[in-house]
């Protein structure tokens, strides 16, 4: 089965690069290494990939693989980070050497390149991004269950072994399905559904994420409308968009 990569880049000329320069990395270095690695490349601004809103979350949501570059500091490339991130499917990110993020890449990963695209350095940087791509589809996660409930992830399931439960274990399967951490501790509160708590939020708070567990939140910025946090989980450290959604609930005090 075609395997494909989706990519998430600046898509105009922004201030400090030449006229097509995008189109150039995702000539020379994006399309040939997802092709090394086994990927049909497929830009994200390309018409034939969304038809409405909910388009663009199943075709991000589904993709068997997910690019985002951030260079220039691409809002739309940290969306994708943000929401990939979020629902555990695997995501891949790559950035040019100019661009400065206020978060750590190394848990991501990252591949940077050299902007001036020189062949000495492409060629190499080509390889290490095809490495980094095979990776992350080899060591991809377990689906999170949440997409099971969206309708969405279909694609990502196709590649896990289907299991065909016995039929009498089909007719006791009649309980309503539980949350995806099960059963929730009892300092777990409402879920976040209002704007206005959102923006309350401050570094020191705890969090809890129906994925990840309890974490405090290290740090808070602003993306346009939006904020980015980095939160610490028992698990490790993450940063995730934060929204009004199932997804976050209160702690109790």
Do not use: W
């Not at 985002?68 to 695997?90: E, F």
């Not at 996660?141 to 590649?159: F, V």
């Amino acid at each position: 089965m075609e395997k494909k990569c989706l990519i998430i880049m600046p898509t105009s000329n922004p201030d400090g690069y030449a006229q097509g320069h995008f189109d150039r990395v995702y000539q020379y270095l994006i399309a040939p290494a997802c092709k090394s690695a086994g990927f049909t490349p497929v830009k994200a601004d390309d018409p034939s990939t969304y038809y409405s809103p909910l388009d663009i979350v199943k075709n991000l949501v589904e993709s068997d693989m997910v690019l985002c570059d951030l260079s220039s500091k691409t809002t739309h490339a940290l969306y994708g980070l943000a929401i990939r991130q979020g629902v555990n499917v695997p995501v891949v990110v790559i950035k040019d050497l100019k661009t400065a993020v206020t978060f750590n890449l190394r848990e991501f990963d990252a591949v940077e390149y050299d902007e001036s695209l020189r062949i000495d350095t492409v060629q190499q940087e080509t390889e290490s991004l095809s490495d980094v791509l095979k990776k992350a589809f080899a060591n991809k996660p377990e689906m999170n269950p949440l997409l099971t409930r969206l309708d969405l992830g279909a694609n990502q399931a196709a590649a896990e072994p289907t299991y065909v439960a016995p039929q009498e274990e089909v007719m006791q399967k009649k309980e309503p399905a539980l949350p995806i951490i099960s059963p929730l501790p009892d300092y777990v509160g409402d879920p976040i559904t209002q704007t206005t708590e959102i923006d309350k939020l401050k570094m020191g708070d705890s969090l809890f994420h129906m994925n990840y567990g309890k974490g405090e939140i290290a740090a808070i910025r602003k993306m346009g409308k939006d904020k980015m946090a980095d939160i610490h989980f028992e698990s490790g450290s993450k940063t995730i968009m934060l929204v009004t959604s199932g997804l976050f609930r209160k702690v109790k005090a």
